[in-house]
């Protein structure tokens, strides 16, 4: 790996979190560390191991964006909980639920 995407993996941690909106102490007690061990991680002074980067992908961080600042090609593995929840909830809806989901989003995206 060339040296300027290791030393942007915290950066990129740190954005995947936010964007799964997961609060520092929850993601790191999700990982079994402290805080300020998540810290040290987005702050770039250290990198999560690969069994903290196994949980973090359960809870739908874009793992290989992390480590090599290359998105992973989007499957359900890649969305936040809720994103899958919704999708869920769309797939097992009939016809009219479906349209209903689809007017809420485009509502809700306005």
């Given at each position: 790996?060339?040296?300027r ?5 915290g950066?990129?941690l ?5 964007r ?7 993601m790191?007690?999700?990982?079994d560390v402290s805080?300020?061990?998540l810290?040290t991680?987005?702050k770039?002074?250290q990198?999560p191991?690969?069994a903290?980067l196994a949980?973090?992908?359960?809870l739908g ?10 998105h992973a090609?989007a ?9 899958r929840?919704?999708?869920d909830?769309y797939?097992?809806?009939d016809d009219?639920?479906r349209a209903a ?6 509502l809700?995206?306005?």
């Open positions: 790996m060339n040296r995407n290791f030393d942007h993996i950066e990129r740190r954005q995947e979190r936010l799964l909106d997961v609060a520092q102490l929850a790191a007690d999700a990982c805080r300020g061990t810290a991680w987005e770039g002074e990198s191991n690969a903290a949980v973090m992908a359960g961080v874009d793992v290989l964006y992390v480590v090599t600042g290359q090609n499957s359900v593995q890649t969305l936040a909980p809720d994103e929840e919704l999708l909830c797939g097992r809806a009219s639920g989901i689809r007017a809420v989003a485009t809700a995206a306005r």
